[in-house]
């Protein structure tokens, strides 16, 4: 909110995956996110909770929410040429596994970056065979690949940014981990698509900090 990367946002809770809460540090090995989603679940119900017994109320919704979601699902019954959108999922997922895989370079992500804004565009065009308005898995496919789009230029663009190695982040052009410079969280800007950072929070609320290491087996 503003120029404050850590405003809390009234009634907005993300538990788990989505949270970012690095728990795990800058990487979450397989499964670890049950760790999350006990810890942060049981206190985001905690806080609703206690938000309900005060009575706050959420911001009113902007007046033309209905008309913004109405127009998508307008543009897709309009659509009469384009790609299916499983061609253009299948596009993100190769472009991701090929320039945002385990091992990554500068020009690699450099590449992925123009190819998922090319994709991007193929988005804004995907044809919907099957207009009907009963059960259309179709539908429900184009709408969530507007959402794949929009964490594949996120995840692609927040990875070209980041000069070093950290956690799963393996930059083969800095192999070094820079706390200098990159010990902060990066933040995604639907609008622009910009980035900004953020500072992590390195002092807990009741046991002794861990200082970042390396991550070493």
Same mark, same amino acid.
């Given at each position: 909110?503003?120029?404050?990367?850590? +405003? !809390?946002?009234?009634?907005?809770? @993300?538990?788990?995956?989505?949270?970012?809460?690095?728990?795990?540090?800058?990487?979450?090995?397989?499964?670890?996110?049950?760790?999350?989603?006990? !810890? =942060?679940?049981? &206190?985001?119900?905690?806080?609703?909770?206690?938000? #309900?017994?005060?009575?706050?109320?959420?911001?009113?919704?902007?007046?033309?929410?209905? #008309? %913004?979601? $109405?127009?998508?699902?307008?543009?897709?019954?309009?659509?009469?040429?384009?790609?299916?959108?499983?061609? !253009?999922?299948?596009?993100?997922?190769?472009?991701?596994?090929?320039?945002?895989?385990? =091992?990554?370079?500068?020009?690699?992500? &450099?590449?992925?970056?123009? +190819?998922?804004?090319?994709?991007?565009?193929?988005?804004? %065009?995907?044809?919907?065979?099957?207009?009907?308005?009963? =059960?259309?898995?179709?539908?429900?496919?184009?709408?969530?690949?507007?959402?794949?789009?929009?964490?594949?230029?996120?995840?692609?663009?927040?990875?070209? @940014? %980041?000069?070093?190695?950290?956690? +799963?982040?393996?930059?083969?052009?800095?192999?070094?981990?820079?706390?200098?410079?990159? $010990?902060?969280?990066?933040?995604?800007?639907? #609008?622009?698509?910009?980035? &900004?950072?953020?500072?992590?929070?390195?002092?807990? $609320?009741?046991?002794?900090?861990?200082?970042?290491?390396?991550?070493? =087996?």
């Amino acid at each position: 909110q503003g120029d404050n990367p850590t +405003a !809390v946002v009234g009634g907005l809770y @993300a538990i788990g995956e989505c949270s970012c809460v690095s728990v795990h540090g800058a990487n979450r090995l397989g499964t670890n996110s049950l760790l999350d989603l006990m !810890v =942060f679940g049981r &206190s985001a119900g905690n806080h609703i909770i206690a938000s #309900e017994a005060h009575k706050r109320a959420h911001k009113p919704l902007p007046k033309d929410a209905a #008309e %913004r979601s $109405l127009a998508r699902l307008a543009q897709l019954d309009a659509s009469k040429t384009g790609d299916g959108s499983h061609v !253009v999922a299948d596009a993100i997922r190769t472009a991701m596994q090929t320039h945002c895989g385990v =091992f990554r370079t500068d020009k690699l992500m &450099s590449e992925g970056v123009q +190819a998922i804004a090319d994709i991007a565009d193929q988005v804004d %065009r995907i044809h919907l065979k099957d207009k009907s308005r009963v =059960f259309n898995t179709a539908r429900i496919e184009a709408l969530e690949v507007d959402n794949l789009i929009e964490v594949a230029k996120a995840t692609m663009v927040s990875a070209q @940014a %980041r000069k070093e190695s950290r956690g +799963a982040h393996y930059h083969n052009d800095h192999t070094e981990r820079d706390d200098q410079d990159w $010990l902060k969280h990066t933040l995604w800007w639907r #609008e622009g698509s910009r980035l &900004s950072y953020k500072p992590v929070q390195l002092k807990p $609320l009741t046991v002794e900090p861990f200082k970042p290491k390396a991550r070493t =087996f």
